[in-house]
């Protein structure tokens, strides 16, 4: 078995290694030649591509397409508007805020993978944006801001960062008072579980007050591999939660059946499904983007009440004032005085009292 770091060396970043994997079509070589991007993977994701077919739901994440030229309706400095990177408040780089309680913690600009689709690109793909990566510059605003109790640690990818860096962050966070919960965005469970090790567990494990949650990215079935179960296992083993956001994702996961598919596995790999994330309007990404309704008709007709309540996801449309919800809304058909119409997911009524208030 390879381990992480070679995952990481042996990259699947060049037309010649991808040829290794795949039968790249006329498209995708003249993509990978003349778009000026960062694109790759592990060998271990990238092994998960169908050889044959461009249409394969990881193949679309990893391989640029030609589609990334043209840019319609994704809004400029995308970034910089969604993390209110221009408004008034002093704030150190790594750190965007939209709540009053929590904020995200940018620590670095890699990742397991350079997904096609990334709303972030700016930052981690293109470098348009370039952050400074003051670790403690960040942990010293946190420590300063006595309201912030949950921080969310992202990038790029943080388990990325060595086991020693990570201890670093972890401890540091843990030994502010104020600071009651620990979150880590990461593709590692999905792109790279090799990097599920005894030392990181070591490091993210054990009884605390400061629990840690993991939320990953998976956003189809054919992600989840044996590899990936037996990671989960070992984070949940040690203590640390696991939950999913997936991204809503035109011909990879609209469709009911693998919608649904997609969340069932999730939860018999021990995933929580959290965020369904509408495909947001970053530039170069408007093929990837569906309505956005159609989020909630999947959830509508393709999980509530049609699979288990676990497998639910929330739909949210992350924006420059924080995350929308956007969950369906079909059950209240009316309502007097007397009492409520409701409507299940198979078309059927019932009535309950409406209790004065
Ligand atoms: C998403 C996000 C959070 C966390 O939001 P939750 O709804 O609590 O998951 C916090 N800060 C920023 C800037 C975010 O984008
Ligand atoms: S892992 Fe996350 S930050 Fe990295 S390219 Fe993918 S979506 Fe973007």
Not at 116 to 134: A, G, M, Q
Not at 221 to 237: G, M
Request: net charge negative.
């Amino acid at each position: 078995m390879i381990l992480w770091k070679e995952q990481l060396e042996e990259a699947v970043n060049t037309l010649e290694r991808l040829e290794e994997f795949i039968n790249v079509t006329d498209d995708e070589r003249e993509a990978i030649k003349t778009l000026n991007t960062k694109w790759g993977t592990t060998p271990y994701f990238a092994s998960l591509m169908d050889v044959d077919d461009p249409n394969c739901p990881i193949r679309k994440q990893v391989v640029p397409s030609l589609k990334e030229k043209k840019n319609v309706y994704g809004i400029e400095d995308y970034l910089i508007w969604k993390e209110n990177r221009d408004n008034e408040e002093e704030r150190p780089d790594t750190i965007a805020r939209q709540y009053h309680d929590r904020v995200a913690f940018t620590v670095l600009d890699q990742c397991g993978i350079y997904c096609r689709h990334c709303f972030r690109k700016e930052v981690v793909v293109n470098h348009d944006i370039n952050l400074r990566f003051d670790i403690d510059e960040g942990l010293g605003w946190i420590r300063e801001h006595e309201e912030v109790r949950d921080v969310l640690v992202t990038g790029g990818d943080p388990l990325l960062l060595s086991n020693g860096k990570i201890e670093y962050i972890i401890t540091s966070l843990r030994a502010i008072p104020h600071v009651e919960m620990i979150r880590i965005g990461s593709r590692t469970p999905i792109v790279l579980p090799q990097r599920i090790n005894e030392g990181l567990l070591d490091v993210l494990g054990g009884y605390h007050e400061v629990p840690i949650w993991i939320n990953t990215q998976c956003n189809h079935p054919k992600e989840i591999t044996e590899q990936t179960a037996r990671s989960v296992y070992k984070l949940l083993s040690a203590g640390v939660n696991v939950g999913n956001q997936a991204v809503l994702l035109k011909g990879i996961n609209d469709d009911i059946k693998t919608f649904r598919e997609l969340h069932q596995k999730l939860l018999a790999t021990r995933i929580r499904p959290y965020y369904l994330f509408y495909c947001e309007p970053a530039p170069g990404i408007d093929h990837f983007r569906t309505s956005v309704e159609k989020g909630s008709e999947l959830i509508r007709d393709g999980l509530r009440g049609h699979t288990t309540g676990l497998a639910q996801p929330m739909y949210v449309i992350a924006t420059n004032v924080g995350k929308i919800p956007l969950m369906p809304d079909y059950y209240i058909i009316d309502k007097n005085d007397k009492e409520y119409k409701l409507k299940n997911h198979r078309g059927e009524y019932t009535t309950l009292p409406n209790i004065a208030e």
